[in-house]
């Protein structure tokens, strides 16, 4: 089994900064991309940002120049640093990971973390 645990989460003016992370852990496997999504209520979860294991990324275009996603590969963690944050970034935030685990591909998700942007 694995699991993913992140951290980061909090309340920040317009402007400001937080950094996510997101740790997977378990069973063994070998991490083929991890990303963050985010959802509000009454809206469909969305990709925020991706990071696959051959270092490629991809943004939604909301975020592009304001978030970065980056990884520790020795911690099996990702981050995700957002800077400029906007009101409209408010949400729950869920780290993905897309492992080989005993041969196949399987996704697994965190537990969400809440990003509340205001002033």
């Known amino acids: 089994q694995v699991q993913l645990v992140e951290s980061g989460g909090g309340l920040v003016q317009p402007g400001g900064s937080l950094r996510l992370s997101c740790a997977a852990s378990?069973?063994?496997?070998?991490?083929?991309?991890m990303g963050w999504y985010r959802q509000v209520p009454g809206k469909q979860r969305e990709l925020v940002a991706v990071?696959?294991?051959?270092?490629?990324?991809n943004y939604t275009d909301s975020v592009k120049g304001r978030f970065t996603i980056s990884r520790d590969n020795a911690k099996n963690t990702v981050y995700l640093q957002m800077n400029s944050l906007k009101p409209e970034d408010t949400a729950v935030y869920y780290c993905?990971?897309?492992?080989?685990?005993?041969?196949?591909?399987?996704?697994?998700w965190g537990q969400g973390t809440q990003v509340t942007v205001s002033s």
């Open positions: 378990g069973s063994r496997f070998s991490i083929n991309a």
């Open positions: 993905n990971a897309n492992l080989w685990v005993y041969g196949g591909l399987s996704d697994y």
């Open positions: 990071l696959t294991s051959g270092g490629r990324t």
